[in-house]
């Protein structure tokens, strides 16, 4: 009897700023989309809560992605904290490349509060990213 490997199980942490990220989030559960059950969301006052000892920590923990969601540009409800969060993730992206491994594991969107779509598609743009990195066997090694 032959038995057929089970997919590969992922975990994927989102921090998703109180404001526009859990409101598109919100938004798509009324409208009851769906979306990966890999993912596991973790809420935050701003996306500029998200530092990058956050991430790194969460990717050290066990997860194999790390999205974050903040709001629009200029709509940012403590001014600015989803710009330093891009700012982040775009220095992390750019060390990950230096050390030798995919930068698609750590991933920064923006969302509208109405719009759940956005949010469930960020969702998707996060798994697809994470396959790409595993085909490419460019992901970080689980013992670091």
Known sequence: MSEKAEPKKRNVVVFACNECGQGAMNTAGVARMGYDAAIKIVPLQCSGQASPLMIMD????????VGVIGCCIGACHFVNGNMLSMHRIKLLKKLFKEMGYSDQQINHYTARAAEGETAVGD???????LKQ????????????
């Open 58 to 65: 969460a990717l050290k923990n066990g997860a194999d992605a």
């Open 123 to 129: 969702f998707e743009d996060i798994i697809a990213r």
């Open 133 to 144: 990195a595993e085909n490419k066997a460019g992901t970080l090694p689980k013992e670091w």
